[in-house]
């Protein structure tokens, strides 16, 4: 099978390492002892998720289905500085620390790993009975290991498996999503949705465009996005989300005199402003999660990588790509530009008129 999370490269390095690692650690693990599972001696779980706040979001049920389990525990979450006063704000979890793994930085600075060795050590006063990770990152492993948690649970992506007391081969074909929940599913933990409506479209809110991403090969060519704007901006309320990705946009939209809103604050004003608007337009980013994560119709828009391993859950979304296979010459192994580009506005305009017909019905 054809994965497409990680890059090929990165799994024979960490398969390499992997091995290396393996007779040091296998020898460590006989002085440690193993204790049975019982649920009811689980006081205090701990989640690692140092990646983005769209991946602190797709993890949200998983954590939902640990708090349904374990309801007398403690539930910790490990995040990025970025993350944290949204995971805080959303009450994911009873506790957000926030910690800026060097490996996620792509900080190779000695001092940067030791600090993170010393971090892990740190935790071990929180007297962790569960540690999770979602991830089947060797170095996410490597720091469970150092946190000397009662009980561990992870994926192995390429070795590892002696980092954890139970470990499960990664499934590359599961969303973000599914993944996580899979996981827990193993100690019992189970996600139950909860009865609200399908979706909502708010009569009287702003059809918003969020154009940014972190990676540009993700994002939708700023021509286009100035058509759309100009196309629908007649018949429809519309507001930008400024972001510095988003600034020359918006200034651009600024000289063309149109009665556009531009939203301007920090993540936690932006998750309550969204929930009052129509329909989220936004490249594959944490936008769109967080706006399916309130059960707002997103339309999510698409490149080259597979929709099915992180689209937003939840609700109504719309994802949107060329609808051709990828020939192109690109600079990534999984994204491309000239995918996003293939994009034809047109189509987006017609899928928020779909959007607002179906809700009239």
Known sequence: MKQEIYKPIFLIFSGLVALILAPFYYLFNIFRKKKVFHEDRIKTVLVTEYHRIGDILMIAPALLALKERFKNAHILLI?????????????????VIVFDAPWTNWSFSPLKW????????????????????FKGDIRNSWFIWHLKSE???GYTTAGGEYFFS???????????????????????????????KNFVINNYGYIVIHPGTVDHRRGWPIYHWITLIKSMSCNFD????????????VDFVKTMDLQIYI???????????????????????????LASY?????????????????????GTVVVLNSGTKCFHKRDHWRLCSACMDALDPTLVQNSVVDLL????K
């Open 166 to 196: 139970k470990s499960f081969e990664f499934p590359f074909d599961m969303h973000q999503t599914k993944r996580a929940l899979h996981l827990v599913s193993k100690i019992g933990a189970k996600f139950i949705p909860n009865t609200i």
């Open 294 to 314: 309130f059960r707002i119709p997103v339309i999510s828009l698409f490149g080259s990588q597979n929709p099915e391993l992180t689209k937003p859950l939840g």
């Open 263 to 289: 939203f301007e604050g920090n993540i936690v004003q932006f998750s309550k402003w969204i929930q009052k608007q129509r329909i989220l337009i936004a490249p594959d980013s944490m936008a769109g999660h």
């Open 238 to 249: 519309l507001a930008i989300v400024r972001t510095k990705e988003s600034q020359d946009l």
């Open 79 to 95: 995040c990025s500085s970025v993350a944290g006063p949204l995971a805080r704000h959303l009450n994911l979890v009873n506790e």
């Open 151 to 153: 009980h561990s649970l």
């Open 114 to 133: 030791i600090d993170a060795f010393s971090f892990a050590r740190s935790l071990r006063s929180k007297k962790i009975d569960l540690a999770i990770d």
């Open 357 to 360: 017909t179906h809700k009239k």
